[in-house]
Each structure stands twice: as structure tokens, then as C-alpha cells.
């Protein structure tokens, strides 16, 4: 449940639903304080070291900000890389509809990771997602897109909403693609001495 005061056990540094919505679905008690970062990648990086260096940014600004509470912050980035390139959140409709008409058709990967940090560390853990996408055509990507579904999310798409519909396969982490891996998201509460469902 998201809780505010001392019931929390740790802050999740999002302003994600989707990652609120997981987290309350394996019992885990949060409160929320989401931070605001330039989320750009560095010339040439790679998408796991983007991934990666994103989260941990989160979860450190997220603890510079709350940390006279004391409780370890949790953060996460997702994001989608077609034939080698990182694709984020489309910043308009014609960014979104190149994503889809890319995807379309083919295979992508959906890296998430999720970072933890206190007071003495940060870690974190990094998962990898096959997603298969069938042909979508053009008029098939204009209708998802006025759907509103596609502007806030990694690639363009959600796969937990509409964009169900293009998916003919997915390898990997469900939870992931939706933002949050819970089962490297539950291995990194339990290096913290933190708890799930028990808390439930
Ligand atoms: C691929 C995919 C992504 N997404 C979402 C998850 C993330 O919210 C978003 C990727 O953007 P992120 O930058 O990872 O996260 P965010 O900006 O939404 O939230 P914050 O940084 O405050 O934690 O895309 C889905 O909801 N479904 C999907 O199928």
C-alpha cells in the first residue's frame, strides 16, 4: 500500500503509476516523492549502461532529497532499444508513430532497472525483455496514438493497455516491460533487509 509517515519502509523516487501500481501489488508499504531528471543519453552510451546510470541517478537524487528520513529510495528506468538504438519516451506524435512503424514487425529489447540507496550504498539490478511486435499498418499506429496511450511511455507503447494488441511474443520479464521487474525489484529490497508480501 502506498503509506505516508512512519509505516513506509523505504521511497519510491517516481512519478510512475505503473510502478506505484506494482509495488501495492506485492504488498510492499512506500511513499512516494517522484524526481525530476534530465534523462538524455550521453553521446554513444550503451543502453544497459544507460539504463542502469538512469536508475541509480533517480534513486540518488531521490535520497539527496529525503534523506534526513532515513529511508532507502527506490527508483527505476525502462526503456525500449530497436536494432541497437534507445528508444524513449516519444516527445511528440510523429516521434511516437516512427517508433511504432519501426517496432512494427520485428523484435526489440526492454531493459529495466531499478536501483536501491541508503545512507552507506546503491545498487542495482538490470533485466532484459524480448518483445515481438506483428505489423502494425499506418492506420493501425495513427488510431493507437490518438488513443493517448502511447505519450508517456518508453517505445511508444504500453503493453499492459492497447498495445497488447501488437505483441505476438514476449521472452522475459512482464513486469519489466511495464516498468518495474519485481523479481529483481524483490532481490534488491531483501539485500537492504527490506519486505514484500510480508508486509502486506
Ligand atoms: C515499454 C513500456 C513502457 N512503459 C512505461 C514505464 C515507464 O513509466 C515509462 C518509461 O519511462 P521512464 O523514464 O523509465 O519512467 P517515467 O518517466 O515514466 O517515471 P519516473 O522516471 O518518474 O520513474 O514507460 C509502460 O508503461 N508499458 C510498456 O509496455
Redesign the pocket.
Known sequence: MVSTGSSAEFV????????RELLQQIGCLFQVA????D?TPMLGELPEHY?VR??LE?ARAGWNASREQGKPVL??????VCEGEIF??PANRDEALVMLRRLSGRSHQ?L?AVALCDASRCESRLSETE?RFRVIDEAECQRYWNTGEPA????G?????Y?AVFITSIQGSYSG????PLAETCDLLSAFGLSWWESA
Open positions: 519510491l523516487a517516481s512519478a510512475s503509476p505503473r510502478r517522484p524526481v525530476n531528471l534523462e539504463v538512469m536508475a533517480k527508483a527505476a528506468d525502462t526503456t525500449v524513449g519516451k526492454v529495466s518483445v508517456d511511455k518508453a517505445g507503447y504500453g503493453i499492459q493497455g498495445g516491460v511495464v516498468g518495474l
